[in-house]
Structure formats: structure tokens, C-alpha cells
């Protein structure tokens, strides 16, 4: 890496933001040096299907270069390496590691992969910014940052379009710095050139490493003898196998056989899709019954067989009462208002595409 021997600062930086990311990202990389001495990287929560245009648009403003990295580059001051679509970006000493490991938090990429790597490899020479964004992407991995004696900083939730990933940071980890976003893109520059007090850590905990193996996809490290924590009541929202938990502090963390990792809150709002998807396929089908007892209803009235018109017609009228009252339901439903909707549910920005 590009003058590491030299460099003692926080010269690590890891970005994480969801909705509304692609403006506060403006705002801190404009206001970055150009000779600034520390390598950047980014997750943006995007869909998986087209290309990111955030490297474009970084590029525009950013005085360092944007890039969107492929397997096994080398990292270099006065960069900004922006995860591709559907892949997770995970930091190695002195590389990087793209890969499509199992989602976390329904999302790949995801925030919590990289920031865990980031504090393997790089421990108090990490910092982690937590950005706007929906449910709470990022909390995790910003702990383990802390652990490993980084520097943890949240954007200001008062000020953040989507406040729900600042505000989960903010309540589970011990952050260092909660800022608006004008402040900080100086700090992080002040922050590249102070000297980190000890570079000396006690080896990462086994389960950091276990982790980041998973996402990384380069074991089983899920067989029945190494896996993690305890199994669950609950299933996988995305393969329907068992979700194993863990607990660090206030901080529950799932994660299944296969590899898929959630928050509760990931938990909940899967579960709460799917039944949105149930009901929909029910009140589909509840109104095709009512359309053929219907129609069954006035063939037998027009054969003059009216007790069985009668009978057809009991079945359409009760089917449509279900109907009825699954509708009321799908309508009052407490979704938050958002532009668009990737894969995972999760709201993204009108400027990433769909």
C-alpha cells in the first residue's frame, strides 16, 4: 500500500449510507484534499440488476478518484473504492476482496461485511461512517470497528433524510463523533493525519474472523461444529433454514447454516414483506373464486337448477367477504413512504438505478 510505513493516522475510511446516501456522499467527498493521505470505500445499499452510476457521479465532484474496484486490487491513498452491485466489499491487508458471499441485512452489497473487515484488518487505523439510510445496516460492523479501537462517527440524525441507520448506531455502539455532514468531511481529514496512539491490538476474536470468511465465501465455516452462537425459534427469511443468534452487549445478530446474516430489524421487515406477498397471492385467489361462483351461480339459474344457484352463490358471497376484509388490510398497511425499492426492500435513491 502506497506509503503505509509512513502513516500512522486513521488513514482507513469506511462509508456506509442506504436512502438518501447518494447526497451525503456528495457532501463529504467534495470537501476531501486531493493529496489526502488515506484510502476511502463505500457502500451504497443498490439494486442488483443494473450497473452503479455512483462512481460517475463521485467522480464529478470528488478530488480523489472514484472507482469501482474488481478482486484483488491493491488499496492506494487517493482513492475511493465504491462496492459494484451485488457484490460485498471486503477490506484485506493491503487489498481488496470483491465477492457475492451471502447477503446481510437483505442486501449485497452490504454495510456490516465491510466494516468487520476493515476492523480485522486494520483495527485503530479504521474509521467507520454510518450514514441515512432505512433499518439498521452498518450498526454491527460499527461495533466491531470500536472494538478493534477504531474511530466510530455517525451522521447527525436530525438532519439525515432517513435517520433509522444513524439512530441504530447511535443507540448500540459508543460513537465518537455524531456530526452533521458539513463537518465531516474535515474531520475525516483531520483525522487521516493524526497519529493513531497504539497500533498494537490482542488478536481479532475468532467469531470476527468466522464472519468475514462467510462473506467472503471462502469456507464452510457454517458446518455444525463452528457454527456461531445458538440456534433460534426463528427461520431464515431468505432460505427458510434455522437462524442461529448471537449476542454482543444490547446487540442481537442472526445468522443461518447457508450464510445469510440478519438484525432483528432485517428479520421483521422480511417477515413482514413476505406476508405482504401471501396476502396479495390470497386476495388474488379469493377474487378469481368470487368471478366463478359467479359465473357458475347464473349458468345454474339459467338451467333453472336454483338450489344450486343458491349454493354457488353462499360460496361467492362469503369468498367476497374474505376479499373485502383482506383489502381493508393490504390498505391500511404502515409502509413508509420511498422513491424506489431494491431487492431487499430497502428504499434507494431516485439517482441509482432501479
Not at 484485506?92 to 451471502?102: D, H, I, K, M, N
Request: charge should be negative.
Amino acid at each position: 500500500m502506497n506509503k503505509e510505513s509512513h502513516m500512522t493516522g486513521h488513514d482507513m475510511i469506511a462509508l456506509g449510507a442506504s436512502a438518501g446516501g447518494v447526497e451525503a456522499l456528495i457532501a463529504i467527498l467534495r470537501t476531501l484534499p486531493k493529496d489526502l493521505p488515506a484510502a476511502l470505500f463505500v457502500v451504497l445499499h443498490i439494486p442488483a440488476q443494473s450497473p452503479s452510476l455512483l462512481p460517475d457521479i463521485l467522480n464529478r465532484i470528488c478530488p480523489l478518484i472514484v472507482l469501482q474496484p474488481e478482486d484483488g486490487v491493491k488499496i492506494a491513498y487517493g482513492h475511493v473504492y465504491v462496492a459494484p452491485p451485488d457484490h460485498h466489499l471486503l477490506i484485506e491487508r493491503g487489498s481488496l476482496c470483491v465477492t457475492r458471499g451471502p447477503k446481510e441485512n437483505r442486501h449485497r452489497p452490504a454495510i456490516d461485511p465491510l466494516f468487520r473487515s476493515l476492523a480485522y484488518s486494520y483495527g485503530p487505523r479504521g474509521t467507520g461512517v454510518v450514514l441515512t439510510g432505512a433499518l439498521d445496516d452498518g450498526t454491527s460492523g460499527l461495533l466491531a470497528i470500536k472494538q478493534r479501537g477504531g474511530i466510530a462517527v455517525v451522521q447527525d440524525p436530525d438532519e439525515a433524510l432517513y435517520p433509522s441507520m444513524p439512530l441504530s448506531a447511535i443507540e448500540h455502539v459508543p460513537v465518537d463523533y455524531r456530526l452533521p455532514l458539513a463537518e465531516i468531511g474535515p474531520l475525516l481529514t483531520r483525522l487521516a493525519h493524526e497519529p493513531v496512539q497504539t497500533l498494537q491490538l490482542s488478536p481479532p476474536p475468532e467469531d470476527l474472523q468466522r464472519e468475514i470468511r462467510i462473506a467472503a465465501m471462502e469456507t464452510n465455516a457454517l458446518n455444525e461444529h463452528e457454527q456461531i452462537g445458538k440456534p433460534s425459534v426463528y427461520s431464515c427469511p431468505e432460505c427458510g433454514g434455522v437462524l442461529w443468534e448471537t449476542q454482543d452487549g444490547n446487540l442481537l445478530h442472526f445468522r443461518c447454516r447457508t450464510g445469510h446474516a440478519f438484525s432483528p430489524e432485517s428479520v421483521l421487515a422480511e417477515q413482514s414483506e413476505q406476508l405482504e406477498h401471501a396476502l396479495w397471492a390470497a386476495l388474488k385467489t379469493l377474487e378469481e373464486k368470487v368471478s366463478l361462483m359467479r359465473r357458475l351461480a347464473l349458468q345454474a339459474q339459467e338451467n333453472e337448477r336454483s338450489w344450486l344457484a343458491q349454493r354457488y352463490e353462499m360460496q361467492w358471497r362469503d369468498a367476497e367477504e374474505h376479499a373485502i376484509l383482506l383489502r381493508r388490510i393490504l390498505m391500511q398497511g404502515t409502509r413508509e413512504p420511498f422513491a424506489l425499492v431494491d431487492e431487499g426492500g430497502d428504499e434507494v435513491d431516485p439517482e441509482t438505478p432501479s
